[in-house]
C-alpha cells in the first residue's frame, strides 16, 4: 500500500509505503506499481496518538465504557495506542486481575498497554511478571476507586518497580493539603477550591524526592499546575498534562457545573495559561487524555456525590491539531507529533511506535486541517455522550490505521454518489499488547 504525497508534521510531503504491519519506506516519487495508493495530496499524516493516560472501566464497569467503545472512540481520533489504569474491578493489582483485563482488551481495535496497581493488597512478585506497560498510576490520594495509598507503600512500590525495570506513574495529589472550608459550599467550582493546586505541588514534590532517593525516575500522572511541571521537571522526571487542563479553566465551571469535576480539578485561568506555555516549550513531556468516562446519571448529582472524571480520547488530537492550526497559539504540528506520539513513546520505551519512520509499526492518522467541525457529544463513539468540549472547534481524522489495517474510516470522508451521510465505519482488527503477546507471558 502507498499513500501518496501526504504532508509529514515537519512539513515535508512524502509518499509512505506500508507493508504488512509496518512502515516499509518514506520517501518522494515511490514507486507505486501493483501498490494500492491512497492519495493524501494536500492532506495531513500524523503518527497514531500514544495515549498514556485512559480508563476502559472493563472489568467492573462496563456501563460507563467497555474495551469495544472506548477502543472505538480512541481510533476514531487517532489514537492508535491506549493505556489501561487499574481502578478497576477488580483492581489490576495481582496476576489474575491482569489476566482478566488482556482478556477484556482483545475487544480492542487499538494497541494497548496495562498498568498494574499499587493497594495494600497488591501482589507485587506477581503483577510485576505480568507483560505490565507500567506501575500505576499509583494513587497517592484518593480519586476515582479509592486507590490512595500511604508513603511507606509508595517507597516499596518504587522499589519494587525499579528491580523489575517497570516504569512508575504517579497521580500525585496530596490530602493533607486539601481546603476542608469548601466543603460548606455546593457550587461547582467548590471542587477546585476544596483540591488545592498546593496539595497537587506539594505531592509531586514528595513524590520526586522518595524517587531521588531511590535513584529512579517516575512520571507524573495529569500535572495541573504550572508549580507541579516545574518542581517535576527539576527533578528530572516527566509530566504529562491532559487536554482539559490544557484548554479549560475554573472559568468553565459555571456552564460545566459537576460534568467539569476532575481530579485534579480545574484551575484558575492564569495557571492554565502558564500550563499551556509549558506545553508549548517542551517543559511538558507529554499530553494523555485520563479519558475517565462517567454516565449522564451519574454526573448529575451534587459537587460532592457526582463521580470525578470526564472522557477525552476522541477528541484530544482533533483538539490540538485545532490549537496548531491557529498560530497564535504557539503549538506547532511538530510539537502536536511530539506530545502525543513521539514523547510518550520514548518515555515508555515503545521503539516501534511514535514516528512516521520505516521500520516503525504503521500505526498512522490522515487529517485535512483545512478544514475543522465543532464537536457533538452524541456523535463521539465512547458510552460517555457527553464531553466537555461541545462545540469546540476540532481537526477529526479521515482514518486511522494501526499497523497496517486501517481500523477506522468517517464516513464524511468516504466517497460516496449519493447524497444520503455515511456512518463511519470500523473495520475488525485485534490490538496487540504493546509490552509483548500472551504467549510470551512471564511466568
Ligand atoms: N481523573 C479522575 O477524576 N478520575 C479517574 C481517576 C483518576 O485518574 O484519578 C477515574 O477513573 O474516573
Ligand atoms: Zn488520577
Ligand atoms: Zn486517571
Partial sequence: MLIRNATLPDGRQRDVRVRGESIAEVGRDLDATDQHVIEATGKRLFPGMVDAHVHFRQPGYPHKETWETGSRAAAAGGVTT??????????????????????????????????????????????????????????LADSTGDMGIEADLFADALEA??????PVTVHAEDADYFNDDA?????????????????????????CAVA?????????????????????????????????H???????????????RMNPPLRREKRRQKLYER???????????????????????????????????????????????????????????????????????????GGIESGNDADLVLVDTTETSEINGERLHSKCDWTPFEGREAVFPEWTMVRGTVVYERGDALESDDTTPQEDVFYDHQGENVRGTDSERLE
Fill in 279 to 353: 506545553v508549548v516549550d517542551g517543559t511538558v513531556d507529554m499530553i494523555a487524555t485520563d479519558h475517565a468516562p462517567h454516565t449522564r446519571e451519574e454526573k448529575d448529582a451534587s459537587i460532592w456525590d457526582a463521580p470525578s472524571g470526564v472522557p477525552g480520547v476522541e477528541t484530544v488530537l482533533p483538539l490540538l491539531l485545532a490549537e496548531a492550526r491557529d498560530s497564535d497559539s504557539g503549538l506547532t504540528y511538530e510539537r502536536v507529533r511530539d506530545l502525543t506520539a513521539r514523547n510518550p513513546a520514548d518515555v515508555f520505551g515503545l521503539p516501534q511506535k
Fill in 183 to 207: 466543603k460548606a459550599r455546593d457550587d461547582a467550582d467548590a471542587w477546585s477550591a476544596f483540591r488545592t493546586a498546593k496539595a497537587e505541588a506539594k505531592a509531586v514534590e514528595r513524590a
Fill in 161 to 166: 518497580a525499579d528491580d523489575n525495570d517497570v
Fill in 246 to 260: 490544557l484548554l479549560l479553566s475554573r472559568r468553565d465551571l459555571s456552564e460545566l457545573g459537576t460534568y467539569g
Fill in 82 to 139: 491506549v493505556v489501561d489504569q487499574p481502578n478497576t474491578d477488580p483492581p489490576t493489582i495481582d496476576g489474575e486481575a491482569f489476566d482478566q483485563k488482556a482478556d477484556f482488551a482483545a475487544d480492542s481495535v487499538v494497541d494497548w498497554g496495562i498498568n498494574g496497581g499499587v493497594t495494600a493488597d497488591w501482589i507485587p512478585n506477581v503483577l510485576l511478571r505480568r507483560r505490565l506497560f507500567a506501575l500505576g498510576e499509583v494513587f
Fill in 212 to 244: 531521588q532517593e531511590h535513584d529512579t525516575t517516575i512520571h507524573i500522572a495529569h500535572t495541573s499546575t504550572p508549580e507541579g511541571v516545574d518542581i517535576a521537571s527539576e527533578a528530572g522526571m516527566t509530566t504529562e498534562v491532559t487536554p482539559h
